[in-house]
């Protein structure tokens, strides 16, 4: 990833899932905030019940080289934290960069 940081900090995903506007999708749910910082901050959220710690890592890579994928159409100056959803488990990659692009479109960052 490029111009894209890592957000790491809690109070960090816990200011985006309050403040920041989201959008559902089949596989992910995107959780968007501007800032005044020049570059982008990527958090990814894989709870618990979503399985064991071999699947969690596995959509989480689905989902990081997804991002990858479209995160030059997005505009810097956000910080964005992805959830990945119950369904993303059998998903492809296919799948979820297709889903990541509608849900980044309906936020109007693509």
């Known amino acids: 990833m490029r111009s894209t ?9 816990r200011r985006l899932y309050s403040r920041g ?7 992910v749910a995107v959780y968007a905030m501007k800032t005044r910082r020049n570059d982008k901050r990527l ?6 019940s979503f399985g064991k710690a071999v699947r969690r890592n596995r959509a989480k890579r689905l989902i990081r080289e ?13 910080d964005f934290v992805i959830v990945a959803r119950g369904r993303a488990d059998g ?10 692009e509608y849900v980044f479109g309906k ?4």
């Open 43 to 48: 958090g990814l959220t894989v709870g618990k």
């Open 107 to 110: 936020l109007g960052l693509k």
């Open 66 to 78: 997804s991002y990858r994928a479209i995160e030059e159409k997005i505009p810097n100056g956000y």
């Open 21 to 27: 506007k989201s959008a559902p999708g089949a596989y």
């Open 5 to 13: 940081s890592s957000l790491k900090l809690n109070r960090d995903f």
């Open 91 to 100: 998903a492809g990659f296919w799948q979820i960069k297709r889903d990541l």
